[in-house]
C-alpha cells in the first residue's frame, strides 16, 4: 500500500527566509504526488502535483517540488515565506488503479510564520 | 462560482441520533468523495463515487452511508451518531481520475457527537 510520511508536524519561519516542509513517500509503482494548503477554516487547495513528467514541479504561489526517485522523497520548498503563507501542508499520494484512484493524505505540516 | 457547497457548517448531535451532512458541486464533476479529518491524522476516505449511481467505500466507511442519485449531489448519511464520530467532514470533487484531476473541497462540517 501506498503511504507518505510528513516528518515534521511543526514548522516555524521567519518572513522572508527559506521554506523547507519534507514528506517521504512509499510505492510500489511509480506515484503521483501531491501537495494540498489548508488555511484556517477553509478547505484543502492543490499546491502542485508530480504525474511522471519533470522531477521539479513548480505550483502556485511560488512554491516547488522535487521529486526523488532514489530518496523516495517530495520536498516543499519556497525561496522567501510570506505571511500569507501560514497554514497546514499535506503531502499526498495516490493509491489504486486508473479510473479508481484515491488519495492518501500524509498528517500534515503546521507552517508558522513570524514577522 | 459556488464550486463545492457543504451544509451545516457546524453541527452538535446526541448520541444515537441521525443526520444528513449535505454536499454539492455545481462544475458537473463526475468524482466525489467524503473525507474526515481529524488532528494528527490528516484525512482519510469515507466514501467516494465516479459517478451517478456508483459508489464504493474508502478507508473508514463504518457507521457512514452514501448515495448519489445526481451527479451534483453527493450526500453524507449517520445513521446512529458515535462520539467516535466527532470530526471535521469534507466533501471534494474532481473532473476526472484524482491522479491527474485536482480535487476542489467545500469548506468542510464540523460535526460534535456527544
Known amino acids: 500500500a501506498q503511504s507518505v510520511t510528513q516528518l515534521d508536524s511543526h514548522v516555524s519561519v521567519s518572513e522572508g527566509t527559506p521554506v523547507l516542509l519534507r514528506c517521504n513517500y512509499s510505492?510500489?509503482?511509480?506515484?503521483?504526488l501531491f501537495w494540498y494548503v489548508q488555511h484556517p477554516n477553509k478547505g484543502l487547495q492543490l499546491l502542485l502535483k508530480y504525474t511522471s513528467a519533470a522531477t521539479l514541479v513548480k505550483g502556485i504561489n511560488g512554491f516547488e517540488a522535487e521529486f526523488k526517485k532514489s530518496e523516495t522523497s517530495f520536498h516543499l520548498t519556497k525561496p522567501s515565506a510570506h505571511m500569507s503563507d501560514a497554514a497546514e501542508y499535506f503531502c499526498v499520494v495516490t493509491e489504486g488503479s486508473y479510473n479508481t484512484d484515491k488519495l492518501i493524505f500524509g498528517t500534515g505540516t503546521r507552517l508558522q510564520v513570524f514577522p | 462560482n459556488a464550486g463545492v457547497t457543504q451544509t451545516p457548517k457546524f453541527q452538535v448531535l446526541k448520541t444515537g441520533q441521525s443526520m444528513t451532512l449535505q454536499c454539492a458541486q455545481d462544475?458537473?464533476?463526475?468524482?466525489m468523495s467524503w473525507y474526515r479529518q481529524d488532528p494528527g491524522m490528516g484525512l482519510r476516505l469515507i466514501h467516494y463515487?465516479?459517478?451517478?449511481?456508483?459508489?464504493d467505500q474508502g478507508e473508514v466507511p463504518n457507521g457512514y452511508n452514501v448515495s448519489r442519485s445526481t451527479t451534483e449531489d453527493f450526500p453524507l448519511r449517520l445513521l446512529s451518531a458515535a462520539p467516535s464520530q466527532t470530526s471535521v467532514y469534507f466533501c471534494a470533487s474532481s473532473a476526472g481520475p484524482t491522479r491527474f484531476q485536482p480535487q476542489h473541497f467545500g469548506d468542510g462540517t464540523r460535526l460534535s457527537i456527544l
Open positions: 463515487s465516479v459517478g451517478a449511481g456508483i459508489t
Open positions: 510505492s510500489s509503482y511509480s506515484p503521483s
Open positions: 462544475m458537473n464533476h463526475e468524482y
